[in-house]
């Protein structure tokens, strides 16, 4: 956990650069490999049995936010491993997730509000892209979330330090403009309190660019596992377990 710089000196673009680049071609195709240790990965998972919430008592409750061109179904273990039922666990109400950051930003803050009158403040966990809009909208909207859980999700850059750099550039599309407006953003401070999972294997997302060195309230925690394979993996799980039982005793 670190002050951010902008306690200490003017806000400065300079100060968000990062010297690294996408992940290569091997990790990426390690990516791809690592879907094939999904099954074995199930087959260790602690999944707790459905039960029923009590939504007259005063529970927490997790919103869980999608990746990139994923669905909620790509959440689905973790959902069954967190559930107990003094948790209450639902998915963000908007679908598939189809990867325009500002425009589901937008959508998103409004459905939170919405949440917020069933549910009150929440926690956020997200995946990836789903990671970043739950840090954004935790920064847009401080008193609707009680806490942001990113699994490998970029803090900085949009889409420069990913995999989809590249493709993206062929097509035209503006990395750059995509970095400086990420960068934009941290003008206001990020205080909620946040577990940011990385893995230095992630073939997706360069490691450095979701580490958030800028904000306060970051406990950053370093797991063994591809990109694709957060979401089943139980070093993963154990880390939002314990985060969850040292905020809330929830889990």
């Known amino acids: 956990m670190t002050d951010s710089p902008r306690d200490k000196m003017p806000f400065e673009h300079s100060l968000f650069n990062l010297n690294v680049d996408p992940p290569n071609a091997s990790m990426i195709f390690k990516e791809g490999l690592s879907l094939l240790k999904i099954p074995g990965l199930l087959s260790k998972f602690p999944f707790q049995k459905n039960t029923s919430v009590d939504h007259s008592a005063n529970i927490p409750t997790i919103v869980l936010l999608p990746g990139f061109l994923t669905t909620p179904l790509s959440m689905h273990f973790i959902k069954r491993s967190l559930k107990k039922e003094n948790i209450n666990i639902i998915d963000w109400g908007l679908g598939f997730n189809y990867g325009c950051a500002p425009l589901i930003l937008e959508n998103f803050c409004q459905k939170i509000k919405d949440i917020n009158k069933e549910h009150g403040k929440v926690i956020l966990l997200g995946w990836s892209l789903g990671g970043y809009i739950a840090r954004e909208t935790a920064r847009e909207l401080p008193d609707s979330v009680s806490r942001v859980i990113t699994m490998a999700s970029p803090v900085i850059g949009g889409l420069k330090y ?21 960068i934009e953003r941290y003008k206001v401070p990020l205080t909620t309190k946040t577990l940011a999972l990385y893995s230095k294997v992630d073939g997706i997302v360069n490691w450095k660019a979701c580490i958030d060195s800028w904000s306060p309230n970051i406990e950053h925690k370093k797991v063994s596992c591809n990109h694709m394979t957060f979401g089943f993996n139980m070093e993963v799980i154990q880390h939002i377990k314990q985060f969850l039982n040292k905020e809330f005793d929830a889990c």
Do not use: V
């Not at 990913?162 to 407006?181: L, S």
């Open 162 to 182: 990913t995999a989809a750099q590249k493709p993206f550039m062929k097509k035209g599309y503006n990395i750059e403009r995509t970095n400086q407006m990420s």
